[in-house]
């Protein structure tokens, strides 16, 4: 199946400092959709973006639906070590059946003290 | 958001017997659901869509016949993965999305072993 390019794959960074992450695509997505995954859990949705160019804020979090429909990037800042995880975009193509998505291959954070 | 309960949380079984995963919306009602499978440190990939009162569509290269989903109504909607052997284990996922919204939320998935 096809899958999202998301950069970085991992991250390793301090307490305190800001951590961008991007997610790109051939094809035109009508949403995007940014998630947070912990081990052995489902993915919890951060933040849904539904317009090319829209920009939403979710406390220390920020995302970016691309003009281009193809592209994506999730900001978080001042980082905590709660922070820590795997997160992963998701672009969403509606169809009669609902929003069916398409997620990336992932970013994960590790944040030192 | 809205809530999606997903059951059991994690199943070890033989090989050769089948198992059945449950997905419930609990605070909405879902006419579609979708099924994802996870691989250890890989990405979600989707299996097939779950619709309430009609067959599943599956995703190409997911057997339709080792993978029964059932959608009885319009909270519930069920995975049987039949005659399950090693290569099957892995993580399943269920996600559901309120009528009006094109968000999609997520079960806390299933880890299953196949002995």
């Known amino acids: 199946g096809q899958q999202l390019n998301q950069s970085p794959q991992s991250m390793f960074i301090q307490e305190g400092e800001d951590v961008s992450m991007n997610c790109t695509s051939s094809s035109i997505f009508n949403t995007w959709l940014w998630y947070k995954q912990e081990p052995g859990e489902g993915p919890v949705l951060l933040i849904a973006l539904y317009k090319a160019g829209e920009l939403t804020s979710n406390g220390r979090l920020t995302a970016q639906f691309g003009i281009t429909r193809k592209d994506s990037f999730l900001n978080i800042s001042a980082s905590i070590p709660s922070d820590v995880g795997i997160y992963f975009c998701a672009g969403g193509i509606l169809t009669g059946g609902g929003n069916k998505l398409t997620f990336g291959t992932g970013t994960q954070l590790k944040v030192e003290l | 958001g809205a809530v999606v309960s997903q059951h059991p949380s994690r199943v070890i079984c033989k090989s050769g017997t089948s198992v059945k995963i449950e997905c419930r919306s609990l605070?909405?009602?879902?006419?579609?659901m979708f099924w994802y499978r996870q691989f250890p440190k890989q990405s979600l990939m989707l299996m097939a869509t779950s619709n309430e009162g009609s067959k599943a569509t599956y995703e190409q290269g997911v057997e339709k016949d080792k993978f029964l989903i059932n959608h009885a109504s319009l909270t519930l909607s069920t995975l049987t993965v039949t005659s399950a052997h090693p290569e099957d284990s892995s993580f399943y996922i269920c996600?559901?999305?309120?009528?009006?919204?094109?968000?999609?939320?997520f079960g806390s998935g299933t880890q299953l072993s196949v002995l």
């Open positions: 605070d909405f009602q879902a006419t579609t």
């Open positions: 996600s559901a999305s309120p009528e009006v919204s094109q968000k999609l939320f």
